[in-house]
């Protein structure tokens, strides 16, 4: 019997219109681009704010364009994954949403949140899902709404956030050389004192208390955070290496959490791999949690090549972390974003 393996065999995506610059947010808070750009590398971040529309919306576009770009079925799609922190309401999911707008018929499914890390955590598990053999077909999708929980009074975060989503189908193929090869994942449960959002959960539900203290924003320890997140990012991806018997020159591409580009250059010094085999788009989106690193996969998917070594590395709230290698499925450059 042929062994079963996943594989990503398309990508769509899916930012906002509207452009929130450095000199904007300069006239909005103690801030400048110097500032900014010296800081976190950000230069601008997409801003979804037409009144009434949340993740799921940003959801919705990016697997409207991953099903026109794969020319799939959509009634073969046997499951969606949604990855937020910010999904539309407390229930139902985002992934319900979508599915019914988009007629999904015969899919089921669910959200799941792991912070920055759900777009390599929920990818890891549509593998195993198509490993199985009881799945075809998953679409993955990655949709952060973060401008709705970015306190724009703090200097300090809401220079980092932005809104996007980006989907990719995740199919079984028998094909050899091609697909998920593993995941090393971790989550230390040591962060809740360094990031979090204080209200809105059970433990402090909303109240004007709540309201009138900004307690439903981001709370965020940057020093800790950062120490933290260069030293699980960079020793995830020397254990997926070892793993695998990979060097660094077997490596055609890491695609990190877009977090910081501070974080980026850091990790990727300890690895002693060069920048140009990273994807970086931090300068353009920001951080968008859950949906970095499928957005970078979306901006770069010209680049990858069928065969390619390509590693997946992230660090968010928990604290949660990991890396996955995969091989890449497809030429990107035969395709159309």
């Keep these: 019997m042929e062994k079963i393996n996943a594989v990503i065999t398309g990508i769509g995506g899916y930012v906002p219109e509207y452009i929130l610059t450095n000199e904007e947010l300069s006239r909005m808070v103690d801030t400048s681009d110097e500032w900014i750009m010296t800081r976190v590398g950000i230069k601008e971040r997409r801003i979804l704010n037409e009144e ?52 999904l018929k015969n899919a089921h499914g669910m959200d799941v949140s792991c912070a920055c890390c759900g777009f390599l955590y929920t990818v890891d598990m549509a593998a195993a899902m198509i490993q199985s053999g009881r799945y075809k077909k998953v679409i993955v999708v990655a949709a952060e709404k973060m401008s709705s929980i970015t306190d724009y009074t703090d200097r300090q975060t809401c220079v980092l956030f932005g809104d996007g989503a980006a989907a990719v189908l995740v199919e079984a193929t028998t094909e050899e050389g091609v697909g998920f090869q593993n995941s090393f994942l971790r989550t230390d449960g040591l962060g809740l004192p360094f990031l979090h959002m204080k209200a809105g959960g059970s433990v402090c539900p909303s109240s004007h208390y709540t309201v009138d203290h900004r307690m439903h924003y981001i709370y965020q320890e940057g020093r800790t955070v950062f120490r933290y997140a260069v030293t699980s990012m960079a020793d995830d991806v020397e254990t997926v290496m070892k793993q695998n018997n990979l060097t660094k020159d ?43 690193i499928a957005l970078a996969l979306w901006d770069f998917e010209k680049k990858l090549k069928k065969g390619d070594n390509v590693i997946f590395t992230a660090f968010g709230a928990g604290f949660v972390h990991g890396a996955s290698y995969i091989k890449w499925g497809y030429d990107g450059s035969k395709t159309g974003k």
């Design 250 to 292: 077997d490596v055609d591409w890491v695609i990190p959490h877009e977090a910081n580009m501070r974080i980026i250059e850091a990790v990727t010094k300890r690895l002693d791999i060069p920048m140009e085999k990273v994807m970086v788009n931090i300068e353009h989106y920001g951080n968008t949690s859950a949906a970095s």
């Design 52 to 103: 009434g529309l949340g993740s799921a919306y940003l959801a919705r576009k990016a697997c409207r364009q991953l099903l026109k770009k794969t020319e799939v079925d959509p009634q073969t799609i046997d499951c969606v994954i949604c990855c937020t922190t910010t999904s539309d309401y407390r229930f139902p999911s985002n992934a319900a949403i979508v599915i019914g707008k988009l007629g």
